[in-house]
């Protein structure tokens, strides 16, 4: 009784605790945790009792501290914040989610939330667990839930996030690396812990036990198997006998019931499974599989897709067949409703990963890397081979069609040149010859030549102007008019730094004042990048206002403007206006009106692309490195610390500027040179022709197509000069000069495929199939008026779309009610 008196724990008979804490406590005793759950002490074997905080109940509920590991929620650029609805619960549920609100509440689990986005919840049966993961720090709102008892945001991760496991087993791995495979298999929260006899267990035992508790890491001794020769583990039972099915997993197949006529026994008989034969090195998405079907006994063998059509023996069961008029399956999630989604880069990856083992070129390396040989410049990455620590990719082209539509069509690239995609492609992925296949990609794309004008060298010698010190310190603006009106406005205000070539566009309208630009250089350039040192702009109304003149003097900006006619001075901001233009041009839709939308997408692009003249993206050059552009994309490892950053971006600003100097020397010489030679072109080739002076159907000639066609050369006039077979609508005449056209490649990465021969009818007629319906227009007046479609054919470029009246597309009834229902103001609706 003295003992308890001088100690004076405080003890809870509810939750079988002793609390010391008292000043006795404090001052005399040993520095260990003040909780002892009894029951939990009573189970843990003796050795081990001293990690008795490992096995707490009450510490393993509490807030956990951040971590490096904290899971971060992206989300889609364009992803919209939902509210869903609450859903009716019973009155267990009902009991069961007040009591976790008031739990999670006091323990510092979730928080009152005020996010614009909220989930409904929903019960699912689950054994326990316990929270170990902080949701990143800014990201919490976004795991907000609705409920009638309020709003509510996570601060540990919950249970059902898409990148939980990944996550979670990323932490464990990093935690117990130099244990894995040595006497530590971990997958998820089961820790199997291995030794050849009892003593080395108990040392390994307490390792393990102590780098949990060293990072606030919690077991259920419930859960908990100490020195046993028999285990459970992830389905199958291990034993010092070796590995065996458990049994309770194969029920499904023991209990078949007794075949009662011929279709059950070829039911049975037909699909007949058998265990593994033999054993291969398998890659994550089989291991997967492999995971969920050792419960079956089964033999594997290859049927190519088109030999598929009968679906699994589970699913044949007669027993187990839905009554009339029940229902299996229940959308319960639409689609369209989840705002992050899983990235194309691993399903590319998973391909790759694949694909490896069926390259016999890459089989000696891979043997080595997995019998842990070293091999200079190889290694394996979580299941995938890497070449001095990039993807390597085996000789398959439909991966590497996939890695470069990735890289070079998608919205997020931009359809860039052919060093930039190859600068994109090349941050992740390497083969041999990549710069050929890449060249070949880009100078074959479709997109690309109907959108990108020619570049041909104006007359007169380069006058480059001086290279700026560091970045926003000389910028160039000007403006794109003559768009279509949208949403107010009809222009857009482009600003260029002239350092790291970084842009901002800011839709604007093309009779905006003199103060309506300069509210737009404070908001949109100036609040992040301070005031300019000079600026170049192209002579017009608007930028020679007086207002603008004023405003530069009193803020002592020295302006700089080119020269009347010919706009040299400020050729860069023509080049980047150029680069906008083609970007809307080619991801925009037939009627042009989502430009506004697109404009941050262009500056994201241009501004993530690797510049010729720098040698680096305006991105790495203003903040030192460059940003993610797709989910499964790995960061940038080159960043330096925080202490280095200054320094590393002093020491980048100079190689710029050496960069630019000798660039602009190179320029100036090249600059100079005669205009390149056109290439020769014969009669039965294909040409592109340039859009000049033709008229369109479209609203805005500025953001229609460069090129149109390609079109077949039927007849060389004269020199320079050919005939062309157009199609019957474009009502002009067929002969152009060399100038004008562009002779047309085929393309070898099988983007194009032949044209489809058309369907002859009962009645002879050839028929061809509406992909796409573009456009809408009247013809005619009075009775003769007409509802005409500008249809695109299934199988055909663009160079065959062709103005066609309503009785012609009656068959495409679906096409042009999706067409009316994504333009609902196009006439005919």
């Not at 009573?42 to 807030?63: A, G």
């Not at 890289?407 to 060093?419: F, K, M, N, S, V």
């Not at 630019?660 to 014969?682: A, C, G, P, T, V």
Request: glycine share 4%.
């Amino acid at each position: 009784m003295s003992w308890l008196k001088k100690h004076n724990p405080q003890i809870s008979w509810e939750k079988h605790t002793l609390i010391f804490n008292s000043n006795h406590c404090s001052n005399n005793c040993l520095s260990t945790p003040t909780i002892l759950e009894l029951k939990a002490v009573e189970e843990i074997p003796l050795p081990y009792q001293e990690f008795s905080k490992v096995f707490s109940e009450e510490e393993s509920s509490k807030l956990p501290p951040h971590r490096p590991y904290d899971i971060a929620i992206e989300l889609l650029p364009d992803a919209k914040p939902r509210h869903g609805p609450i859903y009716s619960l019973g009155p267990k549920e009902d009991a069961e989610l007040r009591e976790t609100i008031e739990k999670q509440l006091k323990a510092g689990l979730i928080r009152p939330s005020k996010s614009p986005m909220a989930s409904p919840i929903l019960f699912v049966k689950k054994r326990t667990g316990n929270y170990a993961f902080r949701i990143k720090e800014g990201d919490e709102w976004k795991t907000a839930f609705k409920t009638k008892y309020g709003l509510f945001e996570y601060l540990v991760m919950p249970f059902g996030l898409t990148n939980a496991p990944a996550a979670f087993q990323d932490m464990m791995n990093e935690i117990f690396r130099d244990l894995l495979d040595v006497y530590v298999i971990i997958y998820l929260d089961d820790i199997l812990v291995f030794s050849l006899n009892e003593k080395d267990h108990e040392v390994h035992v307490r390792e393990v036990l102590k780098r949990l508790q060293d990072n606030d890491l919690f077991c259920n001794i419930e859960k908990c198997h100490f020195h046993v020769k028999k285990i459970d583990y992830l389905g199958f039972i291990i034993s010092e006998f070796g590995i065996e099915v458990d049994q309770s997993k194969v029920t499904d197949a023991l209990n078949w019931s007794t075949p009662k006529n011929v279709k059950n026994i070829q039911e049975f008989l037909g699909f007949n499974l058998e265990y593994f034969s033999t054993s291969q090195s398998l890659n994550k998405r089989q291991i997967r599989w492999a995971n969920f079907l050792v419960d079956y006994n089964f033999q594997i063998i290859y049927r190519p897709g088109a030999q598929n059509k009968k679906a699994d023996i589970l699913s044949r069961r007669y027993d187990l067949v839905p009554l009339e008029g029940g229902v299996e399956n229940q959308v319960l999630l639409k689609p369209e409703l989840f705002i992050a989604s899983i990235t194309p880069d691993q399903e590319i990856n998973d391909l790759i990963g694949e694909a490896i083992y069926e390259d016999d070129r890459l089989k000696e390396i891979l043997l080595k890397l997995q019998n842990k040989e070293k091999v200079t410049d190889w290694e394996l990455k979580e299941g995938l081979l890497c070449f001095q620590g990039k993807i390597f990719v085996p000789k398959d082209n439909t991966i590497r069609n996939l890695i470069l539509e990735s890289r070079h069509d998608a919205l997020a690239a931009g359809h860039p040149g052919q060093a930039r995609t190859l600068e994109l492609v090349s941050r992740n992925y390497y083969w041999p010859s990549l710069k050929k296949f890449v060249n070949s990609y880009v100078s074959h794309c479709e997109t690309c030549i109907r959108s990108k004008p020619t570049n041909q060298l104006p007359v007169g010698l380069l006058k480059p102007l001086q290279i700026p010190e560091r970045p926003w310190e000389d910028i160039a603006y000007d403006m794109i008019v003559g768009l279509p009106g949208l949403e107010g406005f009809d222009a857009i205000l482009t600003v260029i730094d002239r350092f790291s070539k970084m842009v901002h566009f800011i839709p604007t309208q093309s009779t905006a004042s003199a103060i309506n630009i300069a509210n737009l250089f404070i908001t949109y350039v100036w609040k992040l990048h301070g005031l300019p040192r000079s600026t170049v702009s192209d002579r017009g109304p608007t930028f020679n206002a007086k207002f603008i003149r004023h405003l530069y003097k009193r803020l002592d900006i020295k302006p700089t403007y080119s020269t009347a006619y010919h706009p040299q001075t400020d050729g860069q901001t023509e080049r980047i206006q150029r680069e906008a233009e083609i970007f809307i041009r080619m991801f925009g839709n037939h009627r042009q009106s989502d430009w506004v939308s697109l404009l941050p997408l262009a500056e994201f692009a241009l501004n993530n692309l690797k510049q010729t003249s720098t040698g680096k993206s305006p991105f790495q050059i203003c903040y030192g490195f460059n940003p993610r552009f797709s989910v499964g994309q790995k960061s940038d490892k080159s960043v330096p610390n925080a202490d280095e950053h200054a320094e590393f971006l002093e020491k980048g600003y100079d190689e710029v500027k050496a960069t630019l100097s000798l660039l602009q020397e190179r320029m100036k010489y090249f600059y100079d040179q005669n205009h390149r030679k056109e290439e020769e072109i014969q009669v039965g080739d294909k040409v592109w022709l340039s859009h000049q002076n033709i008229s369109t159907d479209r609203p805005s000639i500025k953001l229609s197509h460069k090129k149109l066609g390609p079109y077949l050369v039927i007849e060389k006039i004269g020199l320079h000069a050919y005939k062309l077979q157009l199609p019957h609508t474009m009502r002009i005449h067929p002969v152009f000069h060399i100038n004008l056209l562009t002779k047309f490649h085929p393309d070898p990465h099988g983007r194009n495929p032949p044209q489809p021969a058309p369907v002859i009818t009962e009645e002879g007629e050839e028929e061809y199939e509406v992909e796409k319906i573009l456009d809408s227009k009247w013809k005619g007046r009075g009775k003769s008026k007409k509802l005409w479609y500008l249809v695109k054919w299934k199988g055909y470029d663009e160079g065959s779309n062709s103005w066609e009246p309503v009785d012609n597309v009656t068959n495409a009834k679906e096409v042009r009610e999706d067409f009316h229902k994504e333009y609902p103001d196009a006439v005919g609706a």
